[in-house]
């Protein structure tokens, strides 16, 4: 079974600080696709970043960085100087049996 | 790459009535999903297609539900007699396929049954 869990389903934050939103997931699969995806006001969900079951190794990409530790079964993403742009529902997600499974989300607000 | 499309992205309805949406994925794209999303809660998969083939149902697809993809391009999600239950964010993304390939989203149809 495949599941999502993302604990923190509101978070506050003044522009620029830095914010760590977690994701903890299970599978018995031994390969397997995490992601996350941003869903800002309008609807869409935007995909942010795929990480693959072998490679534990962390990824930064501008003001973003994800920690990705399998001992753990976690998959972290942190924002760093936030801006006000960064408000949205995070969802962290799965790949498992032919379709992601998400998590419930986490609703970020920035504070200008 | 126009991205995936939804239409309409809103629709309201009377109980009992049917409703179909439809979505154009990303053209090269050969898998197109659907999920529902409910307020407050991550998307739920519906169901799938590889090409013009449904290759997986979700238990939460009654049978009131039905989706087609006829020449693996576009496709259609039909609900017959709609119950307020019903009311939700329809979500389309077509992928190249395979556990690597990103799910591309639409921007959702909002259904509201009154």
């Known amino acids: 079974a495949q599941k999502v869990t993302q604990a923190q389903t509101e978070i506050s934050v003044v522009e620029k600080e830095d914010v760590t939103l977690d994701c903890v997931y299970e599978t018995r699969d031994t390969t397997y696709y995490l992601f996350w995806y941003k869903q800002p006001p309008s609807g869409e969900l935007v995909f942010l970043i795929r990480r693959n079951s072998f490679d534990e190794q962390n990824e930064i990409s501008g003001r973003y960085s994800w920690n990705f530790q399998k001992s753990t079964s976690s998959f972290n993403f942190t924002i760093t100087a936030s801006q006000v742009v960064d408000s949205a529902v995070y969802f962290c997600?799965?790949?498992?049996?032919?379709?992601?499974?998400f998590g419930t989300g986490t609703r970020l607000t920035v504070i200008p | 790459d126009t991205g995936v499309s939804q239409n309409p992205r809103h629709k309201i309805t009377k109980r009992g009535q049917n409703v179909t949406f439809r979505c154009d994925p990303i053209?090269?794209?050969?898998?197109l999903y659907w999920y529902r999303q409910t307020l407050g809660q991550g998307p739920e998969f519906l169901t799938y297609?590889?090409?013009?083939?449904?290759?997986?149902k979700s238990r939460l697809l009654s049978d009131r539900f039905s989706a087609e993809r006829p020449k693996g391009s576009f496709s259609t999600l039909e609900i017959q007699r709609t119950e307020q239950g019903d009311s939700a964010m329809y979500l389309c993304?077509?992928?190249?396929?395979?556990?690597?390939?990103?799910?591309?989203f639409g921007n959702g149809t909002r259904l509201t049954v009154t």
């Open positions: 297609f590889q090409n013009e083939a449904q290759l997986e």
């Open positions: 997600a799965l790949f498992g049996a032919n379709n992601l499974f």
């Open positions: 053209s090269e794209h050969n898998r």
């Open positions: 993304a077509s992928s190249l396929g395979g556990t690597r390939s990103p799910l591309h």
